[in-house]
């Protein structure tokens, strides 16, 4: 469903517009994306293959994959670097004959914890003395369970254990894997990674819009609940939560409108024609998701943050969105320095005419004193 039909044979057929309006859905469940193959880290490796992949690759993963047989995990960051800058990536891809031999650690391994698990899509570096920074890094395939993959532990999220299912802390020592398990060619790595994650930061806020649409649903349900009326009143009655509900609705739709845009500018071109609006919805999506969360669990009170309704479990998920794929911060920078360039040469254009005609005002003005 999310291989989107102008870019990939291998789809269902759909736009990216008309996916985003079905991942909203997919959002509101914990389930949904994975009981429909839309999960990640399991479509931005579908995409990568299915992309970048040789015929052998995409018939003995890409096949599977689409098919729900397996799952398979995405490794790139790393405990001991500044992951943001992923030019910092320092697990060792080193070429012996025909193999490639494996060194470093990876964490935040989404999905390596999984049983149907069987391959990780690696990213490592196998130039680490190209004057290029970006030509330095690749990807390899690695099946899970090789010789020398060590999965030491299952990442909480705010104290939330998704094991055996979640993010991994892994290591490699000295793991083999066939020279044919490259993914496009050394030095590519960049190519694939940006590839690849252009489009899963736009489906993340696809889902993470059904996730705000689902705690107002649950605000709702609780400021118009009659048994509990603090004040006596409902909450419904009182203005300030009002007031909320009327905010996360202008919030939600106009994130909404900024993700469906980001969808149709990739439909028009590709994730790289879309980088600005990529980024717009890859920040703000997650933000306003947050702020409304926040709201129905206030609403709640103390059972709005315990296990009695799913917003604490949302809110630490959608949370994370803030990181994944690139923390806020890196996404402002290239967007500011995006909307810079552009904007730059007319901007310039515009002072330059205003320094002439203050030029000109100044000239009158000092004629005309002269000649009082």
């Given amino acids: 469903?999310?291989?989107?039909?102008?870019?990939?044979?291998?789809?269902?057929?759909?736009?990216?517009?008309?996916y985003g309006l079905m991942a909203e859905y997919l959002g509101k469940s914990k389930l949904a994306a994975e009981a429909t193959n839309n999960a990640a880290p399991d479509t931005g490796n579908m995409e990568v293959l299915a992309k970048y992949g040789n015929d052998a690759q995409k018939q003995q993963w890409l096949t599977p994959l689409l098919e729900g047989k397996i799952r398979s995990a995405f490794l790139m960051t790393e405990p001991e670097i500044a992951s943001s800058d992923a030019t910092n990536i320092q697990l060792d891809i080193r070429r012996e004959g025909d193999e490639y031999v494996l060194n470093g650690s990876k964490w935040w391994s989404s999905g390596a914890g999984d049983p149907r698990c069987k391959i990780y899509l690696v990213m490592g570096k196998t130039d680490a003395q190209n004057p290029n920074p970006y030509r330095q890094?690749?990807?390899?395939?690695?099946?899970?369970?090789?010789?020398?993959?060590?999965?030491?532990?299952?990442?909480?999220?705010?104290?939330?254990?998704?094991?055996?299912?979640?993010?991994?802390h892994i290591s490699f020592t000295n793991v083999r894997v066939p020279h044919g398990n490259m993914v496009l060619g050394a030095g590519r790595g960049f190519e694939i990674i940006q590839g690849r994650l252009g489009p899963g930061r736009i489906h993340h806020a696809m889902r993470t819009i059904g996730a705000a649409e689902q705690a107002i649903e649950w605000m709702i349900a609780r400021i118009n609940d009659e048994r509990k009326t603090p004040f006596g009143q409902p909450l419904a009655a009182h203005g300030v939560i009002v007031e909320w509900l009327a905010k996360s609705r202008i919030e939600v739709d106009a994130a909404r409108?900024?993700?469906?845009?980001?969808?149709?500018?990739?439909?028009?071109?590709?994730?790289?024609?879309?980088?600005?609006?990529?980024?717009?919805?890859?920040?703000?999506?997650?933000?306003?998701?947050?702020?409304?969360?926040?709201?129905?669990?206030?609403?709640?009170?103390?059972?709005?943050?315990?296990?009695?309704?799913?917003?604490?479990?949302?809110?630490?998920?959608?949370?994370?969105?803030?990181?994944?794929?690139?923390?806020?911060?890196?996404?402002?920078?290239?967007?500011?320095?995006?909307?810079?360039?552009?904007?730059?040469?007319a901007v310039g254009q515009k002072l330059a005419w205003q320094r002439q005609e203050s030029d000109r005002i100044l000239s009158v003005h000092g004629f005309a004193k002269a000649h009082l």
């Fill in 137 to 168: 890094q690749s990807v390899v395939l690695v099946p899970a369970g090789l010789p020398g993959i060590t999965i030491h532990r299952m990442l909480h999220v705010y104290g939330y254990d998704d094991a055996p299912h979640g993010h991994g």
């Fill in 1 to 18: 469903m999310f291989l989107p039909k102008n870019h990939f044979a291998q789809g269902a057929g759909f736009s990216n517009l008309e």
């Fill in 257 to 345: 409108l900024i993700v469906l845009n980001a969808a149709i500018k990739i439909d028009r071109g590709d994730a790289k024609a879309a980088l600005t609006e990529i980024a717009q919805a890859k920040v703000l999506v997650p933000q306003t998701a947050l702020t409304i969360i926040d709201r129905a669990v206030q609403s709640y009170g103390a059972a709005g943050v315990c296990q009695d309704t799913p917003l604490a479990y949302l809110w630490a998920l959608v949370r994370t969105l803030r990181i994944a794929d690139g923390p806020d911060e890196v996404h402002l920078q290239q967007l500011g320095k995006r909307e810079n360039r552009r904007r730059r040469e």
